[in-house]
């Protein structure tokens, strides 16, 4: 993956070279479809990326992926998918013919600092309430794998949540004294979260995709925006986020 930065490079030149003035002059705008978990890094690398592209915007729509691959299945405009997993990126395969192994997360039991929670069986106590992604979605798929893998945990959570930043939200606010979320999120919340790694590292696990959206109008200019996701300073921003790089 190392060499696809170069090779679109090498790509765009001709295709910008060729480009109208008054084209790359015009207000640039590029949607991109993104894994809820992407949100607060992304929004970082887009401040990054304007400072050298002053009449871009960079329109996100952060959602579960299989709410994004359902949207564009039906149809719905967008330029770039960033998928939390390869399941949903297939699922949205007639529009993303090409994807590439981008970064991986993994999912971890998270708790309120101080709080009730302090190990894996501790889930099982009564009156300890804790929540997960719906199955569907890929921290859900996560979960149930690294739940299954550690086999301790016998109680069932209040609510499977259609996303990952919905799990979040209600366990920073203490609705809430657990929640099986990623280790990005975490950090991200360092000032009030800890978390219990699961000890099968595999089983929890979820592996990031990312691709251009056929027939996408700014298909050549999409193209920069990827070149610079998958540059190596952006690489570095999402590894200190939390994110794995992908070999």
């Given at each position: 993956?190392?060499?696809?930065p170069?090779?679109l ?5 001709g295709a910008?070279?060729?480009m109208p003035a008054?084209r ?8 991109v ?17 304007s400072?050298?592209?002053k009449?871009?915007r ?15 299945n039906?149809?719905a405009p967008?330029d770039?998918?960033?998928s ?27 708790f ?18 804790w ?20 086999g301790?945990v016998?109680?069932?959570p209040?609510s ?5 930043s919905s799990?979040?939200?209600k366990?920073v606010s ?7 979320i ?6 991200a919340?360092?000032?009030t ?5 699961f000890?099968?590292p595999?089983s929890a696990?979820?592996?990031y995709?990312?691709?251009l ?10 193209k ?20 794995e790089?992908?070999?």
């Amino acid at each position: 993956m190392n060499k696809l930065p170069l090779l679109l490079s090498l790509v765009l030149v001709g295709a910008l070279t060729s480009m109208p003035a008054s084209r790359t002059a015009q207000q640039i705008t590029i949607t991109v479809f993104a894994a809820s978990s992407l949100a607060d890094t992304y929004k970082e690398l887009a401040q990054s990326f304007s400072k050298s592209h002053k009449n871009w915007r960079i329109a996100f729509s952060f959602q579960a992926s299989s709410t994004l691959a359902t949207q564009l299945n039906a149809g719905a405009p967008a330029d770039l998918f960033v998928s939390a997993s390869k399941v949903e990126m297939a699922q949205a395969k007639s529009r993303v013919g090409r994807p590439l192994n981008y970064v991986s997360n993994r999912v971890v039991v998270a708790f309120k600092t101080g709080g009730s929670v302090k190990s894996f069986a501790d889930l099982n106590k009564s009156g300890v309430i804790w929540i997960q992604c719906a199955h569907e979605v890929p921290c859900g798929q996560a979960a149930d794998s690294a739940l299954k893998s550690k086999g301790i945990v016998t109680s069932k959570p209040v609510s499977y949540e259609p996303k990952v930043s919905s799990a979040v939200a209600k366990l920073v606010s203490g609705e809430v004294d657990a929640a099986i979320i990623y280790h990005t999120d975490v950090l991200a919340n360092s000032k009030t979260l800890s978390e219990l790694a699961f000890s099968n590292p595999k089983s929890a696990l979820t592996q990031y995709q990312i691709g251009l959206v056929s027939k996408s109008k700014n298909a050549a200019l999409t193209k920069i925006f990827l070149n610079f996701l998958l540059s190596k300073s952006s690489m570095q921003v999402m590894k200190e986020h939390g994110f794995e790089i992908s070999k």
